[in-house]
């Protein structure tokens, strides 16, 4: 459909139009002047051949823009009828848009595009808590700033909002912002594969708004800590109360630790070795490989002390052979990354024939088996019905110990939707090394398994 005014500028009442912004079926957006008070705005024009219902619709959404006032959002100026046109305006966001920025040639940066998913994520968790339905926002109607900040012209409109409003609105923004993607630099694949889940979902499930918005600040958090909310405080009452929080988790932790320990010194003293914090191993497993009870997000957990040997993997390749096709598919289910082939590890048959040469081929056997991907890491631990041991828990664990000094796969916690996006290489100086996942294998990383304890 052809713009309302075709030929620019144009006047509507008091408002000079000088160019198009965006265009929808029934209406158009543009940037305009009003005259007598001087200052940029941003007009939404209804169709003159609109429905009577449709003109309804329009003053509604005006209604609804002003009732439903969010951060970041323009407000609402005024919503008349002017020379024959029903308008609505807005106060114009400072900045170029999204479309100049991409006609320029240019790209976000990953801080500025985590920001840009951080600020939509909470507009919309907004629009979803108050069921107000939206049009999706575009590249014309979001602005950044000199600073770097956004702002937005209001995608507010008159209905109720569902659960599909909100999968569109997601799965449009994953295609505004697809061009204008960071490249060639530190973090890229990271933002990628968010703005892929967006579009697509995780493993099948469509992703919420506050999970989207976590998932982005977590990505900040990694690039760029001093760019992450909430981690500067700069008054002494807000730090002392953030140390108190601090005290009480220790203090918390030292409690169910005392209480496990307590467990543990029971079950040695009456000579027994069944309890419900522990688990039988496989029976192939080294014989000094020890389980070890961990306490993470009020959650305990059995964390191998020792990562995955070479002959555990060699038996779970033994049985990966034998599998039937449903079960192999079972074991692939929703696995996005790819795998090595065969999930065998690099050079595989040298390594196996290296242990059996080698002068104590039982003791080379309990070697941490590595050259794999992080997918191989998740199908072997579907296979022992348990996890990847989460960032989270190994830092936990390591608080006390002091036995993890190689690199291993995991995920950044037992809740991060993006899993398998990042490796940490945990060091023995306690440091860790977050490098992005780039679904290729590692001779380097190997990785251990956790499994929750049912209360």
């Known amino acids: 459909m052809p713009p309302i005014f075709e030929t620019l500028p144009h006047n509507v009442g008091d408002y000079e ?17 009003q005259n007598h008070v001087e200052r940029a705005v941003a007009l939404e024009v209804l169709h003159p051949k609109a429905s009577k219902e449709q003109k309804q619709q329009f003053i509604a959404s005006a209604r609804a823009q002003g009732a439903n006032p969010t951060n970041r959002v323009m407000p609402v100026f005024e919503a008349m009828e002017a020379n024959g046109y029903w308008i609505i305006t807005q106060e114009m966001p400072a900045g170029k848009n999204l479309e100049e920025i991409m006609r320029s040639g240019e790209q976000l940066s990953v801080i500025g595009y985590c920001k840009l998913i951080e600020q939509i994520a909470e507009i919309y ?12 926002f575009t590249r014309c109607t979001v602005f950044q700033k000199e600073d770097g900040d956004f702002h937005f012209i209001s995608p507010v409109i008159t209905g109720e909002r569902t659960a599909e409003n909100s999968m569109n609105n997601m799965i449009q923004l994953s295609k505004i912002l697809r061009p204008i993607l960071p490249y060639n630099v530190s973090g890229q694949t990271r933002v990628a594969t968010l703005n892929d889940w967006l579009e697509h979902g995780f493993e099948g499930e469509v992703l919420s708004w506050s999970i989207v918005g976590s998932t982005a600040g977590l990505i900040i958090e990694q690039i760029d800590p001093s760019a992450a909310q909430g981690l500067i405080t700069i008054t002494p009452s807000a730090i002392a ?3 108190r929080r601090r005290q009480r988790q220790r203090n918390k932790y030292k409690r169910r630790m005392a209480i496990v320990a307590g467990c543990v010194l029971l079950t040695a003293l009456t000579s027994s070795f069944i309890s419900i914090y522990f688990i039988k191993r496989s029976q192939t497993a080294p014989e000094n490989k020890e389980d070890i009870i961990v306490v993470y997000e009020n959650q305990s957990y059995i964390l191998d002390r020792s990562p995955v040997s070479i002959s555990e993997y060699k038996e779970f390749l033994e049985a990966y052979d034998k599998m039937s096709p ?23 048959e040298k390594v196996i024939k290296y242990c059996q040469s080698s002068n104590n081929p039982s003791k080379a056997m309990t070697q941490a088996v590595r050259g794999l991907t992080q997918w191989d890491a998740i199908c072997f631990a579907r296979y022992k019905q348990s996890l990847v041991a989460p960032f989270g828990l190994l830092l936990a664990y390591k608080k006390d110990h002091s036995d993890i000094k190689i690199e291993e796969w995991t995920n950044l916690s037992r809740t991060d939707p993006i899993h398998g996006t990042v490796s940490i290489a945990i060091c023995p100086d306690g440091k860790s090394i977050r490098e992005p996942y780039d679904s290729k294998r590692s001779i380097k990383r190997s990785f251990r398994l956790a499994k929750p304890i049912n209360p």
């Open 125 to 136: 968790k907004h629009y979803d808590t108050h069921g107000v339905a939206t049009n999706a």
């Open 326 to 348: 449903p079960q192999k598919s079972t074991l692939f289910a929703n696995v996005k990354g790819p795998t090595s082939p065969h999930l065998r590890p690099l050079n595989w």
């Open 241 to 243: 109360a953030k140390e």
């Open 17 to 33: 139009l000088y160019s198009l912004l965006d265009s929808h079926a029934d209406r158009d957006l543009y940037w305009a002047r």
